[in-house]
């Protein structure tokens, strides 16, 4: 098969590894890129079994290189660390990337569920859970046996406390966030508390280049006299625009004179549990 064809066949399934990999949308893309160049740059690609496969361990590799080389930079980051968003439309349910995209498993909440296994961790729960490898193949990937890669799957699946019935459907959350944004500037409390989780809280991902809390926000009268304190700083100045964010509805907020912010959400029981905030010009590029 030739290198065109399986780039139209793998690369939104390279991609999704590789965005969940790094929660970074520019890296995955080129992670994606490099994958195809080492396989067009092979002297004898029809000696491939299995190019799916070879594709596979050079994505992944490529990614725990990054992932180790940038560790350090991710110590000195300033405030909260939130992946990329991956800003676009719902996957429609029959489309075949739709199975490697679901909403669930690209969601701001299991990004950072991930982020807390460490790099080979990372990589066998997602070969295995997302992407159904088997644990010889896996081990061919990273490198390890696949006894080893049975036990990793084991220990991060034990650690990754996930419920995807937290997600709710994709009208509901439409309603909560226009809702939401729509009570916010009409200074309708009452209609906030009802939409809000007593124990929400509010993450602010600036890195250091755009203005936002270096602690997260907790608690309901906290999140809100944070945001109402913001709206009222930047009245007549902000531009609001709804649209998908990791699979569901978020918004988008331009500011005058200071940039953008792009944001999600995670529900419990259909009420807001917590906001993510992104504003970081260098997470918003591919915006």
Request: glycine share 6%.
């Amino acid at each position: 098969m030739s290198t065109e064809a399986l780039y139209r066949l793998y690369k939104n399934e390279l991609f999704s590894l590789a965005y969940r990999m790094l929660g970074s949308v520019m890296d995955a893309e080129d992670i994606v890129q490099e994958a195809f160049l080492a396989y067009d740059q092979l002297p004898d690609p029809g000696a491939i079994r299995n190019e799916r496969a070879f594709l596979y361990k050079i994505a992944t590799n490529r990614c725990l290189d990054l992932l180790r080389s940038s560790a350090r930079k991710r110590e000195l980051y300033v405030g909260p660390w939130l992946p990329e968003p991956l800003v676009g439309r719902a996957a429609a349910e029959e489309e075949p990337s739709a199975v490697y995209m679901q909403k669930e498993t690209i969601s701001m909440a299991y990004l950072l569920l991930l982020q807390q296994l460490n790099a080979v961790e990372r990589a066998v729960f997602l070969l295995r859970e997302i992407f159904h490898y088997s644990y010889e193949e896996i081990a061919d990937m990273v490198g390890k046996s696949g006894a080893n890669c049975r036990q990793i799957y084991r220990r991060a699946k034990a650690g990754i406390h996930f419920d995807p019935d937290s997600v709710p459907a994709v009208h509901v959350a439409e309603e909560r966030i226009k809702s939401f944004i729509s009570s916010l500037m009409q200074g309708n409390t009452g209609k906030l508390l009802e939409l809000l989780s007593e124990n929400v809280v509010f993450y602010s991902d600036g890195g250091g280049k755009a203005r936002a809390a270096r602690i997260p926000v907790v608690g309901m009268e906290r999140v809100l006299l944070f945001i109402q304190n913001l709206l009222a700083m930047y009245e007549g100045k902000s531009e609001f625009s709804f649209l998908f964010v990791n699979g569901m509805p978020g918004v988008r907020v331009r500011v005058a004179d200071v940039g953008q912010y792009v944001f999600s959400f995670a529900y419990r029981e259909n009420r807001i549990e917590t906001i993510y905030s992104i504003g970081n010009p260098d997470k918003l590029r591919h915006v």
